[in-house]
């Protein structure tokens, strides 16, 4: 089984997770892999992301367009802020957002694109049972049981 056992910032999943219901804006200080020091971001949260054993954040952080993605392990604190600044989300629903997606970070202009996979025999079992994206298709499968 997977599993991360150096994962920081599962604590503050609860806390999270009732900001995105209660539409509670938060200050959260946030410290990138590339930046020097911790910057604070006044955040609006709408979704709690998880992949591949690590969990996100996406919300609207004031000072930028779009949606802004945040690790939890990257989170060193939060505080909650009073509701008149939290700002409402007004884009398309979050499953339909990130069906063309495999990871958490996209953009707004960030588009999909059709993928084909020539897949061998041997392999082809594989990717059919552990599909690489829930929009997978066979589009033609060989004799041999290759696609």
Do not use: C
């Not at 997770?17 to 709408?46: C, M, N, W």
Request: charged share 30%; hydrophobic share 30%; glycine share 6%.
């Amino acid at each position: 089984m997977e599993s991360n056992n150096l994962l920081k910032g599962l604590s503050f999943i609860s806390q999270l997770h009732q900001a995105i219901r209660e539409k509670t804006p938060l200050l959260i200080g946030y410290q990138s892999f590339k930046a020097l020091q911790k910057q604070d971001l006044v955040f609006s949260p709408y979704l709690l992301k998880e992949y591949r054993n690590r969990w996100f954040l996406i919300g609207h952080h004031r000072k930028s367009e779009g949606l802004l993605t945040l690790a939890l392990d990257r989170i060193e604190t939060i505080e909650e802020m009073g509701k008149n600044s939290y700002k409402d989300y007004t884009g398309v629903d979050f499953e339909r957002y990130y069906s063309d997606t495999i990871g958490v970070t996209k953009t707004h202009k960030d588009r999909g694109h059709r993928v084909i996979l020539e897949i061998n025999a041997r392999n082809a079992p594989y990717v059919e049972t552990k599909p690489i994206h829930p929009s997978q298709q066979i589009l033609d499968k060989k004799d041999d049981g290759s696609y």
